[in-house]
């Protein structure tokens, strides 16, 4: 009868510590392929930092074309002060000859607003060139001049081309653009554009990250090459 002879301990040692440094390397590898990516995104920016979905002109027979409301929440707190989390530009020149008006507001106030007003409600959009897909909302009611109004937390109008940056901030907001004097038909060429600070600084930290852990791995990889 034969024995089987069993791997010594330290050369099963060795193999563990080997497989251990290939999936440390292989998890190097994914974390720097994300912070690679995260940092190219941030290069694809405009000369202010931001992402822009390009210019593309938006018509509509009603008086105004209006964001569905995004919730954003409210916590963590921290997260929303000074633009920290991102930070959203609008801007819209007229193209039918009128000033154009454009704004961002509380949902609730912009629906209170525009009440009983025809107007498009923006409620999905793509980018590269801008596209949206609308739900027209019927009425008869006339607005009154955007502009007198005073709840917009950023707002512009006029002739020419306008523009808003406003920092993200907690809770339901609408995007608004129209016809200075409210009038219904409106049409302009409109860019949206988003800043995120983070986006950068979280891919430098995913690079910093997967070079530390592989030279983890391939430590580890060497450690057990040399007791094997």
């Known amino acids: 009868m034969s024995a089987t002879a069993l791997p010594h301990p330290s050369t099963r ?117 801008l596209a949206v897909t609308t739900d027209r909302r019927p009425g008869r009611a006339a607005a009154g001049a955007p502009a007198a109004q005073r709840f917009w937390a950023r707002s512009s109008t006029g002739p020419g081309p306008r523009s808003i940056s406003w920092p993200v901030e907690s809770g339901s907001w609408s995007v608004v653009v129209m016809n200075a004097d409210a009038s219904p038909g409106v049409r302009a060429r409109v860019d949206v554009g988003v800043k995120v600070p983070l986006v950068i600084w979280l891919g430098v930290g995913l690079l910093v990250a997967g070079a530390a852990l592989g030279v983890t791995g391939a430590t580890l990889v060497y450690l057990g090459r040399s007791r094997r």
């Open 13 to 129: 040692r060795a193999s563990g510590t080997r497989t251990a440094g290939i999936v440390v390397f292989l998890v190097a590898a994914l974390l720097a392929s994300g912070g690679a990516a995260l940092v190219g995104v941030h290069r694809g920016s405009d000369d202010a930092g931001f992402h822009t979905t390009g210019p593309s002109t938006l018509a509509t027979p009603t008086a105004a074309f209006v964001s569905d409301g995004v919730d954003l929440g409210d916590d963590p707190t921290w997260l929303f002060r000074n633009g920290h989390l991102a930070t959203l530009r609008v801007e819209a020149t007229g193209s039918n000859g009128k000033p154009v008006f454009v704004g961002i507001a509380r949902e609730s106030q912009v629906d209170g607003y525009l009440r009983g007003v025809a107007v498009d409600r923006v409620t999905d959009f793509e980018a590269h060139p």
